[in-house]
């Protein structure tokens, strides 16, 4: 690519611009720009590129995860017989016997 600018002078010049990797379709183009714009703004210092070195779940988020998955398992199963987003009745209830045994025993509530 070789853009023409003009300096504040009124001094025409131009630059070559290579692209690294050769673009193989005028497809490429736009995402090459905003790649080069950003190294370009970044080598400048005027963006800084956040570095994620690592991805951490805070151990209260884990636990409260766990803890609502359970709430819902355990306290609030589907009724036995009907389908949970279009999974067969069998595998429904195979999944959530467990639930339906620790309802039954300690819940003096019934389905209505």
Known sequence: MTPVYKLKSGQSNTSRVSF??????YEEVKPQLLS???EAQEGLG???APQITALRIPCTGVFAGILLF?????LSP?????????VPVTTV???FSPAHVFRNTTCTCAYT
């Open 46 to 48: 005027m963006l800084k």
């Open 36 to 38: 080069m714009k950003a």
């Open 70 to 74: 359970a709430y819902f398992y355990f």
């Open 93 to 95: 209830d195979a999944f």
């Open 20 to 25: 690294d990797p050769p673009l193989s379709g």
């Open 78 to 86: 589907p009724a036995p017989d009907t389908t949970f987003l279009s």
